[in-house]
């Protein structure tokens, strides 16, 4: 696979985490291409016995998913560890599926792809033990992405179609918009533009068939991401905007974000300006109502190149003395040198 393919791949496994029924899954994000499989599903926890233990362990699992938007993956990787051992202790296999599917998505993300791949066979033998069809198909295109992002095409293609057969089998019009999406951003990886707007183009109908509003959103920002690729910025534009509406009206953040972004990139591309800078404050207001700092920074980095870029000179030295501080609070201290480099160079042309 080409280092485009390597890289949409990797970026396919990420953001925040939900699940349908006993299992979850991994997908991308923009700044972070795509959403997290794990996010675009609908977690029900809870759905075994109560009790001290399970309700920690379900404690912990959502504290994980806060930990990961926030930006805080190691934090979050040691909490949905915890919640796992919980699980394995109360024998509660759906509970443990679904904190085997967290921790394969962080794992991924974080370059440890062999324990990726552990976690996530773990989680398909559960689904598989428990005749959990839907399981089956959410850790079937979980553990495909992750070979495919190795190098194993083939394996995660096999996979997919795996994963496609089953929903076809059961009448899951969800599972058939993942793994169609998963279908195309292979092929779109590896350079097949056509074959991948073709399974985008089924995910989407797919994914409105099942009323899954997260799942539309994920695909409508993949073609997004392809026609950018392609420089069809109107078509880019189109699809980035239909999830930019759509994203605020379910309230689904990590796709928003994701939408704004590739938005930005197309207007910038084509020198609407005053449209990106409107986008990039709507996305500040909405990462400072989330008191989501990772995304406040990302916000206001974007904010200072951007109107640096027009050379309004005051509003960027504002911006980046914002991103500063909030760098400081979350300890970056890489992103926040950088920060002030960009503050330098922009105060010595002044």
């Known amino acids: 696979m080409n280092r485009r393919g390597i890289n ?24 972070a291409r ?13 759905n075994g016995t109560r009790g001290a233990s399970r309700d920690e362990a379900d404690r912990l699992l959502q504290l994980g998913k806060d930990q990961d938007f926030d930006g805080s993956l190691t934090d979050a990787v040691q909490s949905w560890q ?21 921790l394969g998505s962080a794992y991924a993300r974080l370059g440890r792809p062999t324990e990726a791949e552990d976690v996530l066979r773990r989680q398909l033998a559960i689904a598989r033990d428990g005749q959990d069809f839907q399981g089956q198909i959410y850790a079937l295109n979980s553990l495909g992405r992750v070979l495919a992002q190795r190098g194993g095409t083939r394996s995660g293609e096999a996979l997919f179609n795996e994963a496609l057969a089953i929903a076809a089998s059961i009448n899951s ?6 793994s169609h999406d998963s279908l195309g951003l292979l092929a779109f990886g590896l350079g097949n533009n056509d074959r991948a707007l073709e399974q985008y183009t089924t995910a989407l109908a797919a994914a409105r068939r099942a009323s899954s509003p997260v799942r539309e959103a994920t695909t409508l920002n993949n073609l997004g991401d392809l026609y950018q690729t392609t420089g069809n910025y109107r078509d880019s534009m189109k699809y980035y905007g239909l999830a930019v509406k759509l994203t605020d009206i379910n309230r689904d953040r990590p796709n928003q974000f994701r939408a704004i972004d590739g938005m930005v990139v197309a207007l910038n591309t084509i020198g ?11 996305r500040l207001r909405v990462a400072h109502m989330l008191e989501n700092d990772r995304q406040e920074l990302i916000s206001l980095q974007a904010l200072g190149q951007l109107y640096e ?6 509003k960027a030295q504002q911006s980046y003395q914002q991103a500063i501080e909030i760098a400081r609070n979350l300890d970056d201290a890489k992103q926040e040198g950088l920060l002030r480099e960009r503050l330098v160079s922009l105060t010595r042309k002044q």
């Open 8 to 31: 949409l791949l990797s970026q396919s496994i990420i953001l925040g985490a939900m699940a349908l029924g006993s299992s979850a899954i991994v997908l991308l994000s923009l700044p």
């Open 34 to 46: 795509a959403a997290d499989l794990n996010q675009q599903l609908n977690v029900h926890i809870n």
């Open 309 to 314: 870029k027009v050379g309004d000179a005051p």
């Open 82 to 102: 915890q919640a796992l051992r919980l699980y394995q202790n109360l024998v509660d296999r759906p509970g443990e599926a679904l904190a085997y599917s967290y």
């Open 173 to 178: 019009a969800d599972g058939a918009a993942l």
């Open 272 to 282: 609407s300006y005053n449209q990106s800078l409107e986008l990039l404050n709507d």
